[in-house]
């Protein structure tokens, strides 16, 4: 299996700050890399794939880089409705993985 | 639209069968992977397995292998995950999820099922 780490755990942060998050693969997975948004009592929302491609209708604030084993999710200036909890996910094996997750709180 | 409406909640005991569902409308089924992710009480999500409609070929998660049943019904457009037997353990919410065409990417969501274990 490919195992994937996030880091951090969690994060606190307020509305306009600049956050990021790492995602790191235990293998090389090239670009084959989504992020999902999730909020309490929801599924998962997808907001990038390919590493860096953001999906349809995410607000460009999203972004993301990486290849190979380390990955990062940006959010440029936080806004409320972004407190959630997120996770990477790996599909360069079909065996799917995801990260741990990551939990944005608010300062 | 695409949809994926899952079934309701379910309280099971210890030893039980269960089938859940994920009803799917607004595309064509057999074109798209469906796969079945748990998410623990309070913990993060967990890939369990997916099916190709188009020919029912599954794979699992080493995790799951064995324990619960993938499957579906192009007729009625709905994928399954089934269980034979119940552990307390399985308390979770399952959510399943349509792949984009040809990708290990989740782009729709069901709404997810919480199933509960307890004697």
């Known amino acids: 299996d490919v195992r994937m780490t996030q880091s951090p755990s969690s994060l606190s942060a307020s509305v306009g700050d600049r956050v990021t998050i790492t995602c790191r693969a235990s293998?090389?997975?090239?670009?084959?890399l989504a992020w999902y948004q999730q909020k309490p009592g929801k599924a998962p929302n997808l907001l990038l794939y390919?590493?860096?491609r953001l999906e349809s209708g995410v607000p460009s604030r999203f972004s993301g880089s990486g290849s190979g084993t380390d990955f990062t999710l940006t959010i440029s200036s936080l806004q409320p409705e972004d407190f959630a909890t997120y996770y990477c996910q790996q599909y360069y094996t079909t065996l799917y993985t995801f990260g741990q997750g990551t939990k944005l709180e608010i300062k | 639209e695409v949809q994926l409406v899952q079934s309701g909640a379910e309280v099971k005991k210890p030893g039980d069968s269960l089938r859940i569902s994920c009803k799917t409308s607004?595309?064509?089924?057999?074109?798209?992977?469906i796969s079945w992710v748990r998410q623990m009480p309070g913990k993060g999500l967990e890939w369990m397995g997916r099916?190709?409609?188009?020919?029912?070929?599954?794979n699992n998660s080493p995790s799951f292998q064995g324990h619960v049943t993938i499957s579906a019904d192009r007729s009625i457009t709905t994928a399954y995950l089934q269980w034979s037997s119940l552990g307390a353990s399985d308390t979770a919410m399952y959510f399943c999820?349509?792949?984009?065409?040809?990708?290990?990417?989740?782009?729709?969501w069901g709404q997810g099922t919480l199933v509960i274990v307890s004697s």
């Open positions: 293998h090389g997975i090239t670009n084959s």
């Open positions: 099916i190709d409609p188009s020919d029912s070929y599954t």
């Open positions: 390919g590493a860096s």
């Open positions: 999820g349509r792949h984009s065409r040809g990708s290990g990417r989740i782009d729709s």
């Open positions: 607004g595309y064509t089924f057999t074109n798209f992977w």
